[in-house]
């Protein structure tokens, strides 16, 4: 920037940086979703997913390097948390994807990454204020002006920070739900031991911006003979009355080492038509990314298993 004078073009680079994270890899999978694993300046990596849609698309994006929680469904509850990701490193998993994707003269309806979906690795309200500066520098309209209306965040269940979500942000709002019972969930997702069932679906009553236009997504992976029998699906029901809200069921997609399997179709389909029997929309997620370890749940990029999935995915999916 020529045009600045000598002093204030010192003084920036003193405070500030431009650069993208490193790409380390990118893969592509058969199906069309990509993932990129991104190095930090430190070092760390994370990873991003991008899952293409006919008419749109939705980039995943991480939170932080690793997890505190330990979701046993997940793989990226086994990597230990390293830290939180800054909201440079966040925003820049959008600007890495939309490099790769060639979109930022394009008009926006062309855009092929539409939406941002706050999935990725780590909670993202266990580090609210890095992804609150970055959301807002995505939906800013001088700066990347992304609608709030195409962004969800997806939380494990941090009870005392959904409101804030809504009030500060008010974007779409995810939960990772996987049980009915509070005995279940305290396994599935152990901050249910500090934030149960009753607290969490009452943040979720009054979730500021939720409406029958705008309504909570309630996560749910199917794992076989676990969480999924009807009567569970009965439950889910009764327990999302008065809640405007939607249930994204989840085949499960498995990783090294978990002893989960994921329900089989039939089961799938008949827990979906009990929740259709009780007005609630409950669409059965297509697997996407899973011959390159890219799909939901199955995200981790620290190196002890590195050689795992880069075995698996290069069996039958292009490394770029
Ligand atoms: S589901 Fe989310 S909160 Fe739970 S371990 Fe995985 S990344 Fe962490």
Redesign the pocket.
Known sequence: MTTLSKTARAKLTETHVIERPEIVTQQLSQDGARKWLLKSSDKNTVESVFIPEEDRGALCVSS?VG?????S?????TQRLIRNLTACEIVGQLMVARDTYGEWSSPPANRKISNIVM?????PLFNFNEVAKALKIIMDPEGIALSKRRITL???GVVPMIKKVGEELGVGLAI?MHAVRDDLRNQL?P?NKKYPIDQLLDACRTYPGASSARRITFEYVMLDKVNDSPADAWELARLLKGIHAKVNLIPFNRWPGTSYKTSPFPVIKRFSQILNDNKLSAPIRVPRGRDIMAAC?Q?KSANEDRSILSSTASTNAAVL
């Open positions: 932080q997890c505190t929680l330990t979701c469904f997940c793989h990226t509850g999935m990725g690795m780590g909670e997806s939380t494990s990772s997702v901050i749940g995200l």
